[in-house]
């Protein structure tokens, strides 16, 4: 019984890998039809998009298959409640992805009020935290799970100046309000992108120790 068990649980673990690799995948696009000015790539994430909602619901019905059929013990337990959390963050960040593809079709051609600099530094920094959450879920690393969680204060300065430049852009210029709205909500969903790999780091920091933390 816990042979299977255990072959069950590094399935889920395949299919969260799996999952985040399709996360990471769809920032990068969305933030690249954005720099690319690329409204067909930008389609792409929002139609694809179905299949991380799909994932998402067989990673959750393999879990509560798991918690009915085999009655985990408690440190189980806690795993895969965990996985269940992590789902649930990571649908949303595929979410904001798709956010950020769809304001990219608004701008579409329109020539940049300003060189994107800090955005592209921005998604850079999310792929990471996303990416490095999920290995420290998977080598249960609480230093790694840590440091990704520390990386949101990172992210949240970079919003802070992006945000500061771009309103003194717009007292400049009126005629920048729609592309300055715009820019300042896809920092404002890679913000969010940081705020959920965080919660997922806390939720793991507890798996590992049973640590509540918050940062």
């Not at 694809?48 to 985990?72: G, H, T, V, W």
């Not at 013990?73 to 963050?89: E, F, M």
């Not at 990571?90 to 798709?98: K, N, P, Q, S, T």
């Amino acid at each position: 019984m816990r042979k299977h068990f255990d072959l069950q649980l590094k399935e889920l673990h395949d299919s969260l890998l799996k999952m985040g690799t399709m996360i990471e995948e769809a920032i990068d696009m969305a933030v690249q039809s954005l720099i690319e000015q690329d409204v067909e790539k930008a389609k792409r994430v929002i139609e694809n998009d179905d299949n991380i909602d799909i994932l998402e619901m067989q990673i959750e019905e393999k879990c509560l298959d798991l918690i009915a059929l085999q009655q985990p013990i408690a440190r189980d337990l806690r795993r895969i409640s965990t996985i269940l959390k992590i789902i649930t963050d990571l649908e949303r960040i595929g979410d904001h992805a798709v956010n950020i593809a769809e304001v990219a079709i608004k701008i579409g051609k329109e020539k940049f009020i300003k060189p994107l600099i800090d955005i592209p530094k921005m998604a850079d920094i999310v792929k990471k935290m996303v990416k490095n959450s999920l290995n420290s879920y998977i080598e249960e690393d609480l230093k790694l799970a840590r440091e990704v969680a520390q990386m949101d204060e990172i992210v949240d300065n970079i919003y802070r100046d992006i945000y500061i430049e771009l309103l003194e852009l717009l007292t400049k210029n009126e005629k920048n309000i729609p592309q300055t709205i715009n820019l300042l909500l896809i920092g404002r969903y890679l913000e969010r992108v940081a705020d959920h790999t965080t919660n997922i780091c806390e939720r793991i920091i507890y798996m590992i120790n049973g640590e509540r933390v918050s940062y």
